[in-house]
Nanobody, 124 residues
Framework: QVQLVESGGGLVQAGGSLRLSCAAS????????MGWFRQAPGKEREFVAA????????YYGDSVKGRFTISRDNAKNTLYLQMNSLKPDDTAVYYC?????????????????WGQGTQVTVSS
């Protein structure tokens, strides 16, 4: 079982950038596909990005394509999300999640482990 802790959230102006991190412990990080999701108040949890365990492929939600980049460092047991050209609509709590089956999925129910989330607020 793996424990996930997100960090790097904060307040940023529209057009700015943030880099989120997700530190994994208690399990073998490199065997999991990893994903980022977000949830804004009153809205459903939304898929942001996912990456396979061996970093062969990445997959992005339509609303963040071309602006966000997912990456991972298996030696450091850490997942990243580089967010550029941020918009007020990106305001949400961002969660990282781990998938034992390496499915590279945008469906939250297929992920097995979740972090507690980090708040990102983008001001206009």
């Amino acid at each position: 079982q793996v424990q996930l802790v997100e960090s790097g959230g904060g307040l940023v102006q529209a057009g700015g950038s943030l880099r989120l991190s997700c530190a994994a412990s208690g399990g073998t990080f490199r065997i999991y596909a990893m994903g980022w999701f977000r949830q804004a108040p009153g809205k459903e949890r939304e898929f942001v990005a996912a990456i396979t365990r061996g970093i062969e492929r990445a997959y992005y939600g339509d609303s963040v394509k071309g602006r966000f980049t997912i990456s991972r460092d298996n030696a450091k047991n850490t997942l990243y999300l580089q967010m550029n050209s941020l918009k007020p609509d990106d305001t949400a709590v961002y969660y990282c999640a781990a998938d034992r089956e390496n499915l590279l999925s945008g469906s939250a129910y297929l992920y097995d482990y979740w972090g507690q989330g980090t708040q990102v607020t983008v001001s206009s």
